[in-house]
């Protein structure tokens, strides 16, 4: 996904962000359900894609189709997507499925725990990746496509019996409906979005010269109260910051450092 899809992403995990601290695996079980009905019917999917037609007739048009079949926040999610702007009908359905993952591990991660929780889910999901990947016999079992999906999901948590609800929720859809990918390619995908998240708990500092015991305490309770989690920080020494700070965590950067003031004066002096 690239250009203006990839924008359009982006946008609705930000706008899907604050959703996520009070959310339920409900609201990714509603999305994957709404990404079945998206992936059962072509023409739809280019109908809500469709840059020529109207904002107000695709949102109608989508909420016709899930009212009342999900919660207002899936809801809220769909209808986003379908005023963004997307390079192909395909994205729009990528997008729901990274956004469905998304969910499912942010409810991982607020189980308590935090990052180990995701730890915990990236173990689970490698599992199932070393099993079937180990196995000519359950691939091609996966690969039936006269096999029911409800006799794949039962199969899947087989190979994964100590799986939790959001691991065992996002191997199931992978099984089930691996949108042209082996299950165990799709399942990889949720790995690296499990990735991804679990940058959130990493603080990424760049100084130019080593921390006291003092000033590393004072920095770990700064960002933990800014951020609101217990973070893990990584120091780099950087002599090139010609003094001050530098933080990064997951893809936000908190930049003090003198260079980058000086850049900003000099982009002042130059307006």
Do not use: C
């Not at 109207?54 to 048009?61: G, I, V, W, Y």
């Not at 809220?76 to 729901?96: K, M, N, T």
């Not at 260079?259 to 000099?266: G, H, M, N, V, Y």
């Amino acid at each position: 996904m690239a250009g203006v899809s990839s924008k359009s992403l982006a946008a609705a995990l930000e706008s899907l962000e604050p959703k996520l601290a009070t959310a339920s695996i409900a609201l990714a079980q509603d999305l994957f359900a709404i990404l079945e009905l998206l992936d059962s019917n072509a023409g739809l999917r280019r109908a809500l894609t469709d840059p020529t037609r109207e904002s107000a007739a695709k949102a109608a048009l989508a909420t016709t189709l899930i009212a009342g079949k999900v919660s207002p926040d899936a809801q809220s999610v769909f209808l986003e997507l379908v005023a963004s702007r997307w390079s192909s009908a395909r994205d729009l359905g990528d997008a729901l499925e990274v956004l469905a993952a998304t969910s499912a591990i942010a409810v991982a991660e607020g189980q308590g725990g935090g990052s180990a929780n995701l730890d915990k889910l990236e173990e689970e999901l490698f599992t199932f990746i070393r099993v079937v990947g180990s196995s000519h016999e359950l691939q091609r079992a996966f690969d039936d496509a006269q096999a029911a999906g409800s006799a794949k999901g039962a199969l899947a948590l087989k190979v994964v019996p100590e799986a939790g609800d959001v691991s065992a929720l996002l191997i199931r859809q992978a099984v089930t409906s691996p949108r042209g990918l082996k299950p165990t390619a799709l399942v990889q995908r949720f790995v690296e979005l499990v990735a991804k998240r679990q940058q959130r708990w990493i603080a990424y500092v760049s100084v130019t010269r080593d921390l006291t015991a003092v000033q590393l305490n004072r920095l770990q309770a700064g960002l933990n109260n800014l951020y609101g989690r217990e973070l893990k920080i990584n120091v780099n020494i950087d002599p090139t910051l010609v003094g001050g700070i530098k933080v990064v965590v997951g893809d936000e950067v908190v930049d003090a450092t003198a260079a980058t003031r000086l850049a900003d004066l000099r982009r002042r002096l130059a307006v």
